[in-house]
């Protein structure tokens, strides 16, 4: 299964943007659907966005539609969550995904990889 490191969550205010990205090795990374999801404290973990193999189509949740934008780079084995006009209820850990079945059905249960997430803070 492919390995997955997160990076470039941060402390940031409300309207801030702010841009995450997952790096992914031991595996082929354009076979996996990739997705980003967050949890928050005393939460469920709950899907954000996700794009298919070769970025044709992506999937939002309706909390994020027009705000966030997932893209992926396969020839840098990486995917990213562009965060804009950040709020307060987004903070949260996002963690990123690889599904090797959906893009547009990705939920927790068919996810096959997971990073180990990274902490999104917005203050207002």
């Known amino acids: 299964q492919v390995h997955l490191v997160e990076s470039g969550g941060g402390l940031v205010q409300a309207g801030d943007s702010l841009t995450l990205s997952c790096g992914a090795s031991?595996?082929?990374?354009?076979?996996?659907?990739m997705g980003w999801f967050r949890q928050a404290p005393g939460k469920e973990r709950e899907f954000v966005a996700a794009?298919?193999?070769?970025?044709?189509?992506?999937y939002y949740a309706d909390s994020v539609k027009g705000r966030f934008t997932i893209s992926r780079d396969n020839a840098k084995n990486t995917v990213y969550l562009q965060m804009n006009s950040l709020k307060p209820e987004d903070t949260a850990v996002y963690y990123c995904?690889?599904?090797?079945?959906?893009?547009?059905?990705?939920?927790?249960?068919?996810?096959?990889?997971w990073g180990q997430g990274t902490q999104v803070t917005v203050s207002s």
């Open positions: 031991g595996g082929t990374f354009s076979r996996y659907a």
């Open positions: 995904a690889a599904d090797s079945s959906t893009a547009q059905n990705m939920g927790v249960r068919s996810v096959n990889s």
């Open positions: 794009i298919t193999w070769i970025g044709r189509k992506t």
